[in-house]
Nanobody, 117 residues
């Protein structure tokens, strides 16, 4: 599985941004696609995930309501729509994939998101 993330950059607090993750390499019906982030000096944090098969989503505790994950089966792309961004959302964002019941096994390169106050 190959993952290619894009869409990061600089945004003002309160703004929105959409990240994309292009997925290739195999069929994904038994996979979970996820977004994780890591801020400088902090541990990697789970943002959210989506089951490729049925589109069900899960979010980190503090992010549901501001962040939305979706997928486009036709283009094999996973999206992370972020709204009401805060400076504390500043981090490198990574897309990842895992099989059901497994750990995050495949990683794309990070895309940096900077939220200015």
């Amino acid at each position: 599985v190959q993952l290619q993330a894009s869409g990061g950059g600089l945004v003002q607090a309160g703004g929105s941004m959409r990240l994309s993750c292009a997925v290739s390499g195999r069929t994904f019906s038994d996979y979970v696609m996820g977004w994780l982030r890591q801020a400088p000096g902090k541990e990697r944090e789970f943002v959210g995930s989506i089951n490729w098969s049925d589109g069900s989503t899960y979010y980190g505790n503090s992010l549901k309501g501001r962040f939305t994950i979706s997928r486009d089966n036709g283009s094999n792309t996973v999206y992370l729509q972020m709204t009401s961004l805060k400076p504390e959302d500043t981090a490198d964002y990574f897309c990842s994939a895992r099989r059901y019941g497994s750990t995050w096994s495949y990683w794309g390169q990070g895309t940096q998101v900077t939220v200015s106050s």
